[in-house]
């Protein structure tokens, strides 16, 4: 695991706002929205909605794409998995083995 990594990806998500934020994009799905379509969404100026996606970006959590004169973000899927499989791999692997014996 890439413990830095990690914790950035894990503080981004860390503030209400930019959870928020990543829940509309991961509903959207794999199409994404427009950053005037999360700001409608998020109903919070341009200016915060744009300052928490830098965030998200930076940690590796959402991708954006240029169309046109709009920016499209996506989630990043595999970033999220990747984060969640490694907690999730680690859990209890230094736990002693109960092999057999009732819990107290």
Same mark, same amino acid.
């Given at each position: 695991?890439?413990?830095?990594?990690?914790?950035?990806?894990?503080?981004?998500?860390?503030?209400?706002? *930019?959870?928020?934020?990543?829940?509309? /994009? &991961?509903?959207?799905?794999?199409? !994404?929205?427009? #950053?005037?379509?999360?700001? %409608?969404?998020?109903?919070?100026?341009?200016?915060?909605?744009?300052?928490?996606? *830098?965030?998200?970006?930076?940690?590796? /959590? &959402?991708?954006?794409?240029?169309? !046109?004169?709009? #920016?499209?973000?996506?989630? %990043?899927?595999?970033?999220?998995?990747?984060?969640?499989?490694?907690?999730?791999?680690?859990?209890?692997?230094?736990?002693?083995?109960?092999?057999?014996?009732?819990?107290?």
């Amino acid at each position: 695991m890439d413990f830095a990594a990690t914790a950035r990806q894990l503080a981004a998500l860390g503030h209400e706002h *930019r959870l928020q934020l990543f829940y509309l /994009l &991961v509903r959207a799905g794999h199409d !994404g929205m427009t #950053v005037g379509e999360i700001h %409608q969404g998020m109903r919070r100026p341009t200016s915060t909605v744009t300052f928490h996606l *830098r965030e998200l970006v930076a940690a590796g /959590l &959402v991708s954006q794409e240029r169309e !046109g004169r709009s #920016v499209r973000c996506r989630a %990043q899927f595999a970033v999220l998995g990747a984060v969640l499989d490694d907690v999730r791999t680690a859990c209890c692997s230094d736990a002693p083995a109960r092999r057999g014996k009732a819990r107290r």
